[in-house]
């Protein structure tokens, strides 16, 4: 039985579902098309059930649940319980101009949640603890991003000087080319595109390793053209929606993965420098009490 509602091919079962239908066989089409409806009241019915609401015979689902990789009717329902809980899939959380306020508020956090734990179950671990190896030894952090990119590179700026590291998050392009040109072997470029096909990020991406610099890329898009000019990938994978009221769910998934990245880096540190940070946010703490903050 399955652990969770990820597929092999890494998908939430819903998600997988809605993809695959264009080439599942017909009969087999029309079970994912009575799920897609309303996948709750799979939960509810048996194989004969959902056999008469598809119009399908009861081995046509059964052939269909082998399809999704699963191991019979009852992981397959198991498998959906396990995705619901997790959210609304996109194919259900697209907002309407009808939709009342609270279904926008439903919409949107059911969405999040659920595309957040689709990044988490993307992250490669090896390209993060090989992120953290390479901060790890860095004089000089230089961070490039550009719009809803530019405020998580503002965001990893915030962190990491705390973490005893250098760090600029230049978001004027002039600037951004003056500072990897100074740039020399001890330093690290973040580069931080969501789409990885600004043109601007992936020339300083390209310049920087051309000057022998560690090139940390964090993107939506593994398979971008940023991902060839960089020494590891971060990737920040989140649920496709180009709905018109598209939550910032790739923003969001982006400054988790920069939480998750100063932590790690922060544990590297060790004892000593974590005292100083504790010793830091208590005077932080006693400066606001005192009103001069």
């Known amino acids: 039985m399955s652990d969770h509602p990820i597929t092999p091919g890494g998908r939430h079962l819903l998600e997988s579902l809605r993809l695959q239908l264009p080439g599942l ?50 992981d397959l329902k198991i498998r959906l319980a396990q995705s ?29 949640m659920t595309s957040l734990d689709w ?13 953290v190896e390479i901060i790890i030894h860095a004089k000089q952090l230089e961070i490039f991003g550009f719009g809803a990119s530019g405020i998580v590179a503002q ?14 998050a230049t978001l004027d392009s002039h600037q951004q080319l003056m500072a990897v040109s100074m740039m020399d072997t001890r330093g690290v470029v973040v580069a ?22 560690k090139v940390i890329a964090m993107t939506g898009a593994a398979d971008s053209s940023l991902g060839d000019h960089v020494d590891v990938l971060l990737n920040v994978e989140t649920l496709d929606n ?5 939550p910032t769910t790739s923003r969001i998934a982006a400054l988790v993965i920069s939480d998750i990245l100063s932590t790690l880096v922060a ?21 606001r009490r005192a009103g001069s903050l």
């Open 192 to 213: 931080i595109s969501n789409t990885g096909s600004t043109n601007s990020i992936i020339e300083l991406a390209r310049l920087a390793q051309e000057r022998g610099v």
């Open 267 to 287: 544990r590297r540190r060790g004892t000593t420098h974590n005292e100083k940070l504790v010793a830091m946010k208590r005077r932080l703490s006693q400066a």
């Open 25 to 74: 066989k017909k009969s087999e089409g029309k079970v994912a098309a009575v799920i897609l409806e309303d996948p709750n009241r799979l939960l509810h019915i048996t194989v004969a059930e959902l056999a008469r609401l598809a119009d399908v015979s009861q081995p046509t689902v059964v052939r269909f649940c082998a399809t999704m990789e699963c191991d019979g009717f009852q």
């Open 119 to 131: 990044a988490r179950h993307h992250i490669d671990m090896s390209q993060m603890d090989a992120a």
């Open 155 to 168: 965001d990893l700026q915030q962190k990491f000087p705390l973490l005893g590291l250098p760090c600029n």
């Open 84 to 112: 619901l809980t997790l959210g609304t899939p996109a194919t259900q959380s697209a907002i309407a101009q009808t939709d009342t306020a609270d279904v926008v508020v439903e919409k949107i956090f059911d969405y999040t």
């Open 242 to 246: 180009t709905d018109l009221f598209t």
